[in-house]
């Protein structure tokens, strides 16, 4: 996944939605929604609809890929935010735990 510059909105949001489709579902056997959000913890999304969902993933307590994927849509409710397509995030992603894990750590090198 490229990243060229901090500025470049569209890589940035590619590799948002690379990684927050790894952390709704399991890459390699496990879930990567624990990792996402202490790593991604303080990162400003691009794109203002990744910041959203991320922020609904935080808001719900179990790491289980089904659980958080059963719970999003009430979470999203609550929030003010009725009407999001989930089917983009759980689209699924040929990234390796690695390199996911790798691409959260480049998002939040970019936090100032």
């Known amino acids: 996944m490229r ?26 056997g496990q879930s990567l929604l624990h990792e996402g959000r202490q790593i991604l913890a303080g990162y400003r999304f691009a794109a203002p609809l990744h910041q959203v ?12 890929p089904a659980v ?3 719970q999003l849509p009430a979470t ?17 992603t040929s990234l390796s735990r690695e390199e996911v894990l790798d691409s959260m750590r480049r998002l939040a090198a970019l936090t100032p």
């Open 53 to 64: 969902f991320f922020e609904a993933l935080q808001a719900i307590p179990s790491n289980d």
């Open 76 to 92: 999203l409710t609550r929030r003010g935010v009725p009407d999001f397509d989930l089917d983009i995030f759980f689209q699924p």
């Open 3 to 28: 990243m060229s510059r901090p500025g470049d909105t569209q890589s940035c949001s590619e590799m948002e939605l690379a990684i927050l489709r790894a952390m709704c579902q399991k890459t390699a």
């Open 68 to 70: 958080v994927r059963e």
